[in-house]
């Protein structure tokens, strides 16, 4: 958006603000790009727990910490939040700005659950004595996994805020494209959690 400068009749400067178009190959492109800054970060933090994740310090190992069923409640509730956003999208392509924000009220929800159930199981680990400085398996695991929900928690407030902008200023173009990359975000979280159940908890509990 810039200014452009006019006079009126008695030769008095006016100011106007005139739009311009944002591209949004460019916005797409730069997402993506911070997306891949993303995957290294776990990327790394993989290969940490890979390497550490046998390093219990004589304490307790995954299969005498992880509850199996808790977790895949909480992989379903992920799993759910995903599929519920791409209803949300689905609504958008057809301009419907409620049936839109209700979706995205439920993926909400479901990332909510997520969430309190992760943190849930911090509570209980570090509860029975299993906190991030008890050995390097669980200094790598809260890293990991906290990591992760700190992106859930983030992802939830950017779709609080698209959900009052969007009630706001309807579906245009720009909260298209801002739900656009929400939606990238969203579902590359649940890539990242599909990895983090089956490397660390279920090869930690079953290998």
Avoid at 53 to 73: E, H, K, M, Q, T
Avoid at 179 to 186: E, G, H, N, T, Y
Wanted: hydrophobic share 50%; glycine share 8%; with cysteine.
């Amino acid at each position: 958006m810039s200014a452009t400068q006019v006079h009126d009749t008695d030769g008095k400067p006016v100011f106007y603000l005139k739009d311009e178009h944002h591209p949004e190959n460019s916005t797409m492109l730069g997402f993506w790009l911070y997306l891949m800054s993303d995957c290294l970060i776990f990327a790394v933090l993989f290969a940490t727990h890979g390497v550490l994740g046998r390093n219990y310090a004589a304490g307790p190992s995954p299969a005498d910490l992880f509850d199996l069923s808790l977790v895949a409640i909480n992989t379903a509730m992920l799993l759910l939040s995903s599929i519920t956003y791409g209803f949300a999208m689905l609504q958008m392509e057809r301009n419907a700005r409620m049936e839109t924000l209700v979706w995205l009220g439920i993926t909400g929800v479901f990332g909510a659950a997520f969430l309190a159930l992760e943190l849930y199981e911090f509570y209980h680990l570090i509860h029975e004595g299993a906190g991030p400085t008890r050995s390097a398996f669980l200094s790598s695991f809260f890293t990991l996994v906290g990591t992760h929900g700190l992106h859930v928690t983030f992802g939830i407030i950017w779709l609080i805020t698209l959900m009052v902008q969007v009630k706001k200023h309807g579906l245009n173009p720009e909260n298209r494209r801002r739900l656009m990359c929400l939606s990238m975000f969203w579902h590359f979280l649940d890539v990242i959690w599909i990895g983090v159940f089956s490397f660390v908890y279920l090869l930690g509990v079953l290998g």
